[in-house]
């Protein structure tokens, strides 16, 4: 009785190694599927992404028009890139640096590198550090087109969505004066406003008060 009680779980387990290995061959013949065209649904979509601190904000218009605003720090860039890889998102519209401070627009020189980015849209401040002058050299690297935002621009993302700039003022028109403890950079950030239909969105950057 012991023998066929052995005997059973010996056959058993053969069985279950040889539908293993089964399906670990067959897996590995399989080629990989094949990633499927980036679609909104028809939908406008406002994805917030995980940077940690900054921004990093992904707009999918209804005619599938992709834009980014910020991408927070250089280590944040790669998990950007890697969120619009898994939609299937290979280029981007419009990035948008809201201000120079590297925790917003350190990660968009890893975006630029990785996927094609069409146009930047960058609040133009004239500001000194490693990373936003890093981020220049790469929009004229890859060929970016560059654009100064100021107020009353507007881009049109089809299907009625559209964007509009509120800040900065344009025209090299800089808010010098700002709160004790306040950034001139912050004060002079992208702010932008989102409409479809009877939805509005305004996206700030660090605009302060």
Known sequence: MRFLKSVMVVVVVAAILVGVLYWLRRYKSEPP???QPFETQGKLQVIALDVG????????APNGKTILIDAGSVRAGDDVVAALQRRNIRTVDLAVATHPHADHIAGLRRVIGKLAVKQLLDSGQSY???????LLRAVKERKVNYIKAGKGQTFDLGSG??????????NDRWISEVREGGSVENANSVVLRLTYGNFAMIFTGDAEA
């Open 33 to 35: 599927p094949t990633p």
């Open 53 to 60: 601190q900054g921004d990093g904000l992904l707009i999918l």
């Open 128 to 134: 000194s550090s490693t990373e936003y002058e890093k």
């Open 161 to 170: 969505a559209q964007l509009e700039a509120f800040n900065p003022r344009g």
